[in-house]
């Protein structure tokens, strides 16, 4: 057990909590804060997409689905209605490394979510009912979200360019095909493989009683099964040696859109925060490099973004414009080229570093403001950072230690022409 505290900054106070494991493996995580009667209940399953094979994706983001059908001890479709009733909330999301599901309730219904979890865990309904009833759940998501969305499908072209021949090259939502061929058995293998106490974290963040706590998780936790050892898979990224063109085609469009993006580290890495901070430097708002330049000064540009598309064992640094008044693609790829290869040879000025400082801190308080961001954040920091919960309190320090060379260097390492896709995004005539 393990219990943190001290203070950061005036502004940014460390997050106090208490973890342990029980002995089925399940670690807890309890963080104690009574200004307000709310109280947040979360499992974080490690589990995603990565985790899924050939021809049977979409598994990770379909539990997502189908752990709320109901239990041995709850009529299906029952659970959210619950969760209402008693005056909550509750979803639940997916990506590529894990998934996460949460309750928000008033306080004086914190076993009542402890209960609907330990349901989620120990019995849950998965038969041929609830996989045909979520499958058509998951097709008009995917129709509605995905197959009609502009562009939405950005991710799945850069993807299978970035990350070929890995678990990374398919989306989270994966194929529906390969939900419609699946059987019950394979369903039940899945949840058994992953789902199980010692390949989840338990984080409960509100107005609580630590002691009164750990006991109503012991009472309600403590008889799950503990499941095999989950082994993470491993594979080699082929080397990009010379800059991928590919060019897709979206029916949902009017306006095309030129997209880069380079192979980055992890979510681990040091060299991932830096990345975070380039992108503030290029995008981070309307007095951001692209923006004023590209948006505001030549007014080439409707809309442009930088960002660290951040998972567990790699990442994906993207930028994209869209062009106004027909500006060609090309001229668009030209200013973003300019603007990198100027972060790459020069240090960004004192200005903006004092506002990247600004930025980081602020965002830091914002996420840490609201019980279901701890509870997220804290179970992240176990998760995917060698099971050091503390994270959540260093983040804060590390983005400060990073220099202006740092920044520079980084750019330098990484965003180059030879080490990249290029993806023309162009509507498709109907």
């Not at 442009?304 to 027909?326: C, H, K, M, R, S």
């Amino acid at each position: 057990m393990a219990i943190f505290g001290l203070c950061l900054t005036a502004s940014a106070q460390q997050v106090k909590f208490t973890e342990y494991d029980l002995d089925n493996g399940l670690h807890v995580i309890l963080h104690q804060d009574k200004t307000a009667p709310v109280v947040a209940v979360s499992v974080m399953y490690h589990v995603g997409s990565k985790d899924e094979t050939t021809h049977r994706t979409g598994f990770a983001h379909f539990f997502e689905h189908l752990l709320f059908e109901g239990s041995d001890n709850m009529k299906r479709g029952e659970f959210m209605k619950i969760v209402s009733s008693n005056g909550g909330q509750n979803n639940a999301n997916t990506n590529q490394d894990r998934t996460f599901y949460y309750e928000m309730f008033p306080s004086n219904q914190l076993e009542l979510g402890l209960w609907l979890e330990s349901e989620r865990m120990l019995h849950p309904k998965i038969d041929e009912v609830g996989v045909k009833t979520q499958n058509e759940v998951v097709k008009e998501e995917k129709r509605m979200r995905i197959d009609n969305a502009p562009y939405a499908k950005f991710a799945e072209y850069i993807f299978q360019d970035l990350f070929k021949g890995t678990p990374y090259e398919w989306t989270t939502i994966g194929s529906m095909a390969d939900l419609d061929a699946a059987k019950l058995p394979e369903f039940l293998a899945f949840f058994k493989k992953f789902y199980a106490p010692n390949n989840a974290v338990l984080t409960i963040a509100g107005d609580i009683d630590v002691e009164k706590t750990r006991a109503l998780v012991k009472t309600y936790f403590s008889e799950v099964p503990k499941g095999e050892p989950v082994i993470k898979k491993t594979y080699t990224l082929p080397v990009i040696a010379k800059e991928i063109i590919d060019t897709a085609y979206d029916a949902n469009i009017q306006i095309p859109a030129i997209m880069t993006a380079y192979r980055v580290p992890g979510m681990k890495s040091r060299d991932s925060k830096v990345l975070e901070m380039i992108s503030s430097v290029l995008s981070g708002g309307g007095s951001s490099r692209l923006n004023k330049k590209l948006v505001d000064e030549k007014k080439t540009a409707l809309q442009v973004a930088a960002f660290n598309y951040t998972l567990e064992d790699q990442g994906a640094y993207i930028a994209l414009a869209l062009p106004n008044n027909n500006t060609p693609l090309n001229d668009l790829l030209k200013d973003i080229d300019a603007e990198i290869l100027n972060l790459q040879t020069n240090l960004i000025s004192d200005n903006e570093f004092r506002k990247l400082q600004n930025q980081f801190e602020n965002s830091f308080v914002s996420a840490n403001s609201r019980m279901l961001g701890v509870a997220e954040n804290l179970a992240d920091g176990y998760t995917f950072h060698n099971k050091n919960t503390n994270e959540i309190n260093e983040e804060l320090n590390v983005i400060k230690s990073i220099t202006k060379e740092e920044i520079r260097d980084i750019a330098k390492k990484y965003l180059n022409k030879d080490q990249r896709v290029v993806l023309y995004y162009l509507p498709k005539k109907q």
